[in-house]
């Protein structure tokens, strides 16, 4: 099999020839900009600055002599914007507080504050307010939460939609130009298409950058979910009618070249329970959430791609009956996600895209052979049968070390070996 082939085998339930491997197609299995510059390193790739596709989390490019000695199955389309709302392209360099030379966006425009911070703004506007902040000798972005005083008389829904609008032809063109790039790889190709993922709150100000409106605190948002069921279901409905136009008219640009769809970023759990009830989900969610599975699954061959940290196990059966193919990032050391019952309950109706080995624990702080031990007793739970794209729970983060990636690449090509 080819890389492309044993992704849609995994994705139809079939055993492929091996478990495929999934490390930085998205923003959500990706690896921090200095990891991927150890990696390079150790693999005697050409010395060169990381391109960060993500300057929220600071995740870094993988390019292709990188995936090639990685073995990487998946090709990811990142967008055109990032979550502060700039165009991922334009490069320039920049150089982390630790002395890593960088590649960023050209409007990646920062300042440092008294205390050594480094400060972000969105769509590159410094005359703006920052919403990013990375504490001084960080790795990643905190946002800032850029929230008036709300009044509830006259709270309006659009408030919340300001980044959420029709795409445009200028942007099919370039979306058209960057799903090509990503198929003509071979690959099975994820696509984060922006303006067709929905039901997160926005970190981002939205069009008024002085003085932004609307909900912008996630707190605040959550609390929203029973302080005001009505704004959250208005601000759902144009979101997906939103969602739905620009669907169709991706669709008709790049037709079946996607075979993964990323849908939403929500998360509904926490490490041992959860942001709201199923019930609740049941009724914020689900219906829009299906509304979008539904036209994807009835014009499309595209599998649908729902990201969740934290114990879920109590939304699966909806993730399912509302239509989504995938579940990331499998995180199993939450409570009631543990890898055997996931696998037995819901393995012929999900794709865990994910949980290949703890971040929190023993990527970061084990060692080598821990990494590798559980790596292997991941696959043995999750592959038979398909439905597994090996990547770790969640991002790779800085400082994590070189040893343990490497151990973990390993263990899964051992694990392909032997089967």
Same mark, same amino acid.
């Given at each position: ?136 000798? /960080?790795?990643?972005?905190? #946002? ?7 009044? +509830?008389? %006259? *709270?309006? @829904?659009?408030? =919340? !939609? ?23 790889? /071979?690959?099975?190709?994820? #696509? ?7 039901? +997160?709150? %926005? *970190?981002? @100000?939205?069009? =008024? !950058? ?45 037709? =079946? ?163």
């Amino acid at each position: 099999m080819n890389s492309k082939d044993r992704i849609l085998s995994s994705l139809g339930h079939t055993t492929p020839d091996g478990v495929p491997i999934d490390i930085g197609s998205t923003p959500v299995t990706g690896i921090h900009a200095s990891c991927v510059a150890t990696l390079r390193d150790h693999y005697g790739l050409k010395k060169q600055p990381v391109k960060v596709h993500e300057p929220y989390q600071m995740l870094g490019t993988v390019d292709e002599d990188l995936k090639q000695a990685i073995g990487i199955d998946v090709e990811g389309y990142y967008g055109i914007e990032t979550i502060f709302g700039f165009r991922i392209k334009d490069w320039k360099p920049f150089t982390m507080d630790d002395g890593l030379d960088i590649l960023v966006p050209g409007d990646f425009n920062t300042t440092t504050d008294a205390k050594g911070d480094t400060l972000l703004f969105p769509r590159g506007d410094t005359s703006a307010p920052p919403s990013g902040r990375m504490p001084k000798d /960080g790795y990643f972005f905190d #946002a800032i939460v850029r929230q008036e005083e709300i009044d +509830d008389d %006259a *709270l309006n @829904p659009a408030d =919340n !939609l300001e980044e959420f609008n029709p795409v445009s032809d200028a942007d099919l063109d370039e979306i058209q130009q960057g799903v090509e790039a990503a198929a003509a790889t /071979g690959r099975a190709v994820i #696509a984060n298409f922006g303006g067709t993922s929905f039901g +997160d709150i %926005a *970190l981002v @100000p939205g069009v =008024n !950058l002085q003085h932004p409106k609307g909900i912008r605190d996630i707190a605040e948002w959550y609390m929203s979910l029973k302080a005001r069921p009505d704004y959250v279901h208005a601000v759902f409905t144009r979101q997906c009618e939103i969602a739905l136009e620009n669907l169709v008219r991706i669709h008709a640009r790049v037709g =079946n070249s996607v075979d993964v769809v990323m849908i939403c970023g929500t998360d509904f759990g926490t490490q041992t329970s959860s942001f709201c009830s199923v019930e609740t989900f049941q009724e914020l969610w689900f219906p829009y959430y299906k509304q979008v599975n539904d036209w994807i699954h009835e014009n499309t061959t595209w599998k649908t791609f729902k990201h969740s940290c934290g114990s879920v196990e109590k939304f699966l059966e909806s993730f399912i009956d509302c239509g989504f193919d995938i579940l990331n990032p499998v995180q199993c050391s939450a409570k009631h996600m543990e890898p055997d019952h996931l696998k037995a309950t819901f393995g012929d109706k999900l794709v865990f895209w994910g949980g290949g080995v703890d971040t929190q624990e023993t990527l970061p702080f084990g060692t080598p052979a821990e990494v590798r031990e559980e790596v292997l007793r991941r696959c043995e739970i999750f592959a038979p049968n398909g439905g597994f794209v090996f990547n770790p729970v969640h991002n790779i983060q800085a400082r994590t070390p070189l040893a343990n990636i490497v151990a973990m690449i390993d263990a899964v090509h051992e694990f392909n070996g032997r089967h």
